[in-house]
């Protein structure tokens, strides 16, 4: 999966600030008894920064585990007389199943795939959560929004698998849907 897609995101600003309406404090009394608001910035709104940081660390993580990844894939094709890029195309072979690998290869994605394994189901659906938290700076009343884009990037990795993701991909989905719940709940909690 490429997260490259998603370093575009901004978080608006959590309040707009107006300046005073007027110098005196009488006229700006006024102005909020006619208007029935005062603002004030709260810490509430301050508080939920997006971690650039931890956004740029997930990123390069999950590159350099797909390239490994793709590496070894790509030097199992290519030794079957099979030079596919890295498209569309390749992941719908992938799909497929019509290939061999070796011993060494197998073990290695079974490792990569196993519960406590880089693509597992436990590290995968952290990771994602950890980049809807990093991305929103934490605000829970962004969970939604990090929910359907998380849907929305499913529904386009099975479109370009071809046909439905595997069960591994199913259980991951079913973790992440939980844990944005759990979120929620913790953060209502507060």
């Known amino acids: 999966m490429n997260v490259n897609g998603i370093s575009g995101y901004s978080q608006l600003d959590a309040y707009t600030a107006y300046p005073a309406a007027s110098k005196t404090t009488e006229n700006t009394a006024k102005s909020a008894e006619e208007t029935g608001v005062i603002y004030e910035k709260s810490a509430e709104a301050a508080k939920y920064t997006p971690d650039i940081d931890l956004v740029e660390k997930l990123k390069a993580d999950a590159a350099a585990q797909e390239a490994s990844f793709l590496s070894m894939v ?14 569309d195309e390749f992941w719908r072979f992938l799909a497929s199943g019509n290939f061999t690998v070796t011993q060494e ?54 479109k370009t698998w071809g046909r439905d993701l595997p069960d591994l991909s199913s259980k991951t989905y079913d973790a992440v849907m939980q844990k944005f719940d759990n979120w929620a709940e913790e953060s209502a909690v507060i």
Do not use: C, H
Request: no cysteine; proline share 1%.
């Open 74 to 87: 790509q030097k199992t094709v290519m030794g079957q007389g099979n030079a596919l890029a890295v498209s």
């Open 105 to 158: 290869a197998k073990e290695e994605a079974q490792k990569a795939i196993s519960e406590d394994g880089y693509w597992g189901v436990n590290k995968t659906s952290d990771r994602i959560i950890e980049m809807a938290k990093a991305l929103t700076g934490g605000d829970p009343d962004k969970i939604e929004d990090m929910r359907k884009a998380f849907e929305k990037g499913f529904q386009e990795a099975t």
